[in-house]
């Protein structure tokens, strides 16, 4: 009887043990599952909140994405600031030397190409007398393929900007033609106080210093085009209203609005 009392009472311990172990169990799981129902929480709010915050021109992706990603990005943005200076410092010096020092482009391919020549001339010829192999000059063939890929892409870009003048040219845009108007006033404007070499090399030195600077200040420059686009969308209200609406439109878009 006492042996029979004291399996009885080891046999409730292993069940009172194994009830501990599965209650542990199930509120490891509930706690588990109700932690994963937060995190989902969590995440569908940064997301709601990620999509509140402007960014400037609708961006959806980093900087360094917008920017193309690989190394051009790491260019722009300083990720390596030895090959980022060299690489400035280079256009520089080409600005420099064409713009400052007045040599011209030709003059210098030129001199580089009589050069060149001259020492791979002189080292073939006397690779003989001083008993050292000649240099090897490589074979340089340019791909078919990138050719007409460059092509066909600068044939897709220009006939893209051919519909876009003649849909301004149309009339069916007033807003298009009033952004090419004054995007091409700019231009003339810049183009008078400078030739092509200097607007290419500001135009380069910006995309050195604006994305990497945007990337370092971002909220604040978003906030402060957050407003700027309200009040630029309050003034464009008025200025439809009172002007632009009084503009009679051109015949396609009669046409097309009957």
Not at 12 to 32: A, M
Not at 229 to 256: C, H, M, R, T, W
Request: proline share 3%.
């Amino acid at each position: 009887m006492e042996d029979h009392a004291g399996e009885h009472e080891k046999h409730h311990e292993t069940e009172s043990v194994i009830e501990k172990i599965t209650e542990k169990l199930h509120g490891h799981d509930s706690s588990s599952s109700s932690d994963s129902e937060d995190e989902k929480g969590i995440k569908s709010t940064a997301d709601a909140v990620k999509a509140k915050i402007y960014r400037l021109f609708g961006r959806e992706k980093p900087v360094h994405k917008v920017l193309g990603g690989g190394q051009p990005a790491d260019i722009f943005l300083w990720r390596d600031k030895k090959v980022s200076a060299g690489v400035l410092g280079v256009a520089t010096a080409i600005w420099v030397l064409f713009e400052l020092l007045e040599y011209h482009l030709l003059t210098l391919v030129a001199h580089i190409l009589i050069f060149a020549l001259a020492i791979l001339f002189l080292w073939s010829n006397a690779s003989t007398f001083i008993k050292k192999a000649p240099p090897k000059i490589p074979e340089v063939i340019v791909p078919e393929d990138i050719v007409l890929g460059v092509a066909s892409a600068l044939r897709i870009e220009l006939n893209r900007a051919l519909a876009i003048l003649r849909d301004i040219a149309c009339g069916r845009d007033l807003k298009k033609f009033l952004a090419v108007v004054a995007g091409l006033w700019v231009l003339s404007v810049v183009g008078s106080c400078c030739n092509f070499l200097t607007l290419f090399y500001i135009c380069f030195v910006l995309l050195h210093t604006v994305p990497v600077l945007y990337e370092k200040y971002e909220d604040k420059v978003d906030a402060f085009a957050e407003k700027a686009e309200a009040e630029f969308k309050k003034q464009y209200s008025v200025f439809n209203v009172k002007v632009l609406s009084k503009i009679p439109k051109g015949p396609l878009v009669d046409k097309k609005q009957a």
